[in-house]
């Protein structure tokens, strides 16, 4: 693949044309085209930049499609912090192929698992909200970490963030930060939603007139009840929550629950 990444970016016309003749391609390549093979060039070159990182293969090719359908085991695909902006890209392309080959695959369990940490740092991964709608119904699961939901929305925009939230059937929160529009803690506290309470209100009077009739003033008391509409848990609460604690929320279990993991 880095091979290829060389030819795309370094290789004359004169060397490409060969590989393209026949194809939709060719127009690109001929000699009153320069411009815009040039303009391609460019594009394509930041488009496979990642490949560069990939060092010649010694072993057998590696399928990702192959794996879907006939693997076993753990697949990591790994990187370094200073390589996910050339990375992300290769990642995601590589997610995607993995998503759509297993829902390519016949409706039955095939317990594969997504996991995909710092969701926001690879870029949009195209089809990842339709996996987590319809994934479950090919044995598929995702789980998906996200530190931010403003870095999240950039990505995905704001309407697609949400929807992926929402298609996630469990859900924990764990400590999140705050921001001046509200922050991640903000989002996590309506995620968990409202309580209606009942608070009540005393207030006291003293009588006048039976102060001047009587001699003395008469107190009175009256009680009244209010409805109010509150967030379950505050913001601020979900900002100070201590390492480890958060709140979950099972898909068999309409009800939040205050948990506290544990280091096995």
Known sequence: MAELWRLLT???SEDLLPIVTGTP???????????????????????????????????????VREWVRNG?????????????????????????????????????????????????????IDGLKDALARLRKFGGRCVLGFQSIAQVSSTYGPGEAHTIVENCGNSLILRCS???GGGTSRFASQL????????AEVSHGRSQQAFLSRGGSSVSNSVTHRHVTEAAVMASQIEQLPDLAGFLKL?????????VLTHR
Not at 45 to 50: E, P, T
Not at 93 to 118: C, N, T
């Open 25 to 63: 391609a060719q127009p690109f390549l001929e000699s009153n085209s320069a411009k815009m093979l040039s303009n391609i060039r460019s594009v394509t070159g930041s488009a496979l930049s990642a490949l560069e990182y990939i060092p010649p293969q010694h072993a057998a090719p590696f399928s």
């Open 178 to 180: 705050a921001s001046e």
């Open 251 to 259: 898909a068999s279990d309409p009800a939040w629950t205050r948990v």
């Open 72 to 124: 076993r085991g753990v697949l990591f695909i790994p990187y370094q912090a200073a390589q996910v902006a050339a990375l992300r890209g290769l990642i995601a392309a590589w997610m995607r192929i993995a998503i759509f080959e297993a829902m390519s695959r016949p409706e039955g369990d095939q317990r594969l698992w997504f996991v995909v940490d710092e969701l926001d740092a690879l870029g949009n």
């Open 10 to 12: 370094a290789a004359s």
């Open 192 to 199: 968990i939603g409202d309580r209606e309470v009942v608070r």
